[in-house]
């Protein structure tokens, strides 16, 4: 059974860092594109970061400048580093790939940035 395992979470005051990680069982993450999402309570997920399978990083505006999203392939791990938080970035995020025409989500990581 394929799993995406996110960690790394917590509650850091403004202007911390945080490192998300996203642990992949059963599945080759390097080999697909791999996405972080977040959603903040009353609001719709939304769209964070992708590292495609060649490398290539895109970013949402509103984190471009701020967190970096990289691949280890020998770790089979992506991680979502997060610098100069702020409080718009309380959210749960997650981590999604897509394998086979089917889309893998993990269960979620809870970031809170206290003001």
């Known amino acids: 059974q394929v799993q995406l395992v996110e960690s790394g979470g917590g509650l850091v005051p403004v202007g911390g860092s945080l490192r998300l990680s996203c642990t992949a069982s059963?599945?080759?993450?390097?080999?697909?594109?791999v996405t972080w999402y977040r959603q903040a309570p009353g609001k719709q997920r939304e769209y964070v970061a992708t590292?495609?399978?060649?490398?290539?990083?895109n970013y949402a505006d509103s984190v471009q400048g701020r967190f970096t999203i990289w691949r280890d392939n020998e770790q089979n791990t992506v991680y979502l580093q997060m610098n100069s938080l702020r409080p718009e970035d309380t959210a749960i995020y997650y981590c999604?790939?897509?394998?086979?025409?089917?889309?893998?989500w993990g269960q979620g990581t809870q970031v809170t940035v206290s003001s």
């Open positions: 059963r599945i080759v993450l390097s080999t697909n594109a």
């Open positions: 590292v495609l399978s060649g490398g290539v990083r």
């Open positions: 999604q790939t897509r394998n086979r025409n089917r889309d893998y």
